[in-house]
């Protein structure tokens, strides 16, 4: 099953056939998670990042909370959180616009696990934080803002 | 293979079990050049991060560039009890890995 | 740089800058007025909390501080320094051997004036004092190893509360010293410690919120994220001469062991809280 969605994956088919492919589900039969997406966090444009994660980049707002600084104390350290409440909830892939390549993580969730992650990741400059979740099949989004500045301090 | 620099914390809290890790890494963007050299300090970081709960995988994190170094992770999922086994195992770009095993208590 | 510039110059002159008395100062007097400053700037700060720099007086900052501190970075260095503190010299001895307690606890008794040597003493110069002692190489002052080693013997000294001693003349002298440098102005900018951490506590130098001087040498050795790794007191002292534009002096030099044993002793009655996690 595995190698025939590599493979599906490489020819670049967009929209539908994408979005029924089960990517990033984490069955509990130990089967292989999905691979690495290498090319996607090199990609340096969101959309397009999103395009080739999700098939699209029109991703409506869900309920999806992203607990993140207003202002980053610093920018290589800033702790994020993203919880929902949306159940069957399979991934949840955290964005920065602003980053030179906006794909910071993608997390895949066991049916068991709640739809939460929590981490800390680098960010260039002020730049929205997005989070996608993915839960039976469908797509979330949010975003927050937050804003990295220069110290006083030596920076 | 890298030794030791994992950390887990597996506690029950309001029948979830709630997992944070921090595990010790570079985690180098590649975009840094070194100070004396002048030269680009190549990319190391951690790719996957693959967490367990008694031999089933409950998340699996794919990572790039931009995750802080020293990277810290936190999730948590239901259906586990006290005493229960949770493994943690990073691989990185450069094919070292690390792994650790926890209680849950 | 123009605009710093033009916005510290009108700091400086707005600046009433503690005077620096120099016939006889009383430290005991000293201590009470300087914390009582601070108690009065930060009213609603418990005493114990300015161990928390400037995180006891900024909300959203100190959030984000929380949020490190549930898997502080610093851990692992505990482990490692631990490792690094238990481990023998070639010559069969060990740190423990060097220290009161076995080196568990005591870095509230650090820096203290030794009046046989007429020196100040901290801890990291005492560790590597203790390496020479027993043949081994003395280590780095700023980070690595001695950060390390500080960590564990600071985690141990967790809770434990400062009550610095100055126990006779030559030790007075020493915390003047201490205290000159303090208010002296120093580098391009001309700045002393005192003008951000003293007058200017709480107020913004750009994005930054200087940090009040009462409760500074509480939790170091510090990780901090701008370094990515831990540091130590001497090595932030360092570095905030250099953003002074001030040609810095030696770890562990006298000067800035006599400035250290002067800010211990004004953070007298703190708990000590280190290792710590800072930006």
């Known amino acids: 099953m595995n190698l025939a969605r590599r493979d599906i994956l490489k020819l670049g088919l967009t929209g539908a056939a994408l979005a029924t492919l089960p990517i990033g589900v984490l069955v509990p039969d130990r089967s292989a998670h999905a691979a690495y997406p290498e090319a996607v966090f090199k990609e340096k444009d969101l959309d397009k990042a999103l395009q080739d994660l999700f098939g699209t980049s029109d991703i409506p707002a869900g309920d999806i909370k992203i607990k993140a600084p207003d202002i980053a104390e610093n920018g290589a350290v800033v702790p994020v959180s993203v919880s929902t409440s949306i159940g069957g909830v399979e991934s949840i892939t955290l964005l920065v616009k602003e980053n030179p390549s906006p794909l910071v993580a993608h997390f895949e969730l066991n049916p068991r696990a709640d739809g939460y992650i929590a981490t800390r990741i680098k960010m260039g400059k002020t730049s929205p934080v997005i989070a996608v979740v993915k839960a039976d099949g469908k797509l979330y989004s949010a975003s927050k803002t937050v804003k990295v500045t220069i110290g006083g301090c030596g920076g | 293979m890298a030794k030791n620099t994992i950390k887990v914390r597996a506690k029950i809290k309001g029948g979830k079990c709630v997992v944070k890790t921090l595990i010790k890494h570079p985690m180098e963007t590649g975009l840094r050049k070194d100070k004396k050299t002048g030269k680009k300090i190549p990319a190391h970081f951690i790719k996957e991060v693959v967490c367990e709960h008694n031999g089933e995988k409950v998340c699996v994190a794919n990572w790039g560039v931009a995750i802080s170094k020293n990277p810290y992770l936190s999730f948590r999922f239901s259906g586990a009890n006290k005493g229960d086994t949770i493994k943690i195992a990073w691989t990185d770009n450069k094919g070292d890995s690390d792994s650790i095993e926890a209680t849950v208590s | ?279």
């Open chain 3, 1 to 279: 740089m123009k605009k710093l510039t033009k916005k510290l110059g009108i700091l400086l002159l707005a600046l009433p800058l503690a005077q620096v008395a120099v016939a006889d100062v009383s430290p005991e007097e000293e201590l009470v007025k300087f914390q009582n400053y601070y108690k009065q700037k930060f009213p609603d700060v418990p005493f114990q909390d300015f161990a928390n720099g400037v995180y006891s007086i900024d909300p959203a900052s100190r959030e984000q501080w929380e949020a490190l501190e549930e898997f502080p970075p610093y851990e692992i260095d505990i482990e490692e320094g631990k490792r690094l503190f238990e481990t023998p010299f070639a010559n069969g001895k060990s740190y423990a051997d060097c220290f009161e307690n076995g080196g568990i606890g005591i870095a509230q008794n650090y820096p203290y004036f030794d009046t046989e040597k007429k020196e100040v003493i901290t801890l990291a110069l005492a560790i590597n004092r203790c390496r020479i002692e027993n043949g081994e190489k003395p280590l780095k002052y700023k980070k690595g190893k001695i950060a390390k080693i500080l960590a564990y013997m600071a985690y141990t000294s967790r809770g434990n509360t400062l009550d610095i001693k100055i126990p006779n003349k030559d030790a007075l002298e020493a915390w003047k010293k201490g205290r000159q440098f303090y208010f002296s102005r120093r580098g391009q900018l001309n700045l002393a410690c005192a003008h951000c951490h003293l007058d200017n506590a709480g107020r913004r130098i750009r994005a930054d919120i200087l940090s009040p001087a009462l409760g500074h040498p509480t939790h170091f050795p510090v990780y901090r994220s701008k370094w990515g790794e831990l540091g130590t007191l001497h090595r932030r002292f360092a570095g905030c001469n250099k953003q002074v534009r001030a040609k810095p002096f030696k770890a562990q030099s006298e000067e800035y062991r006599n400035l250290e044993y002067f800010l211990t002793y004004m953070s007298n009655g703190l708990k000590l809280n280190g290792p710590g996690v800072r930006k």
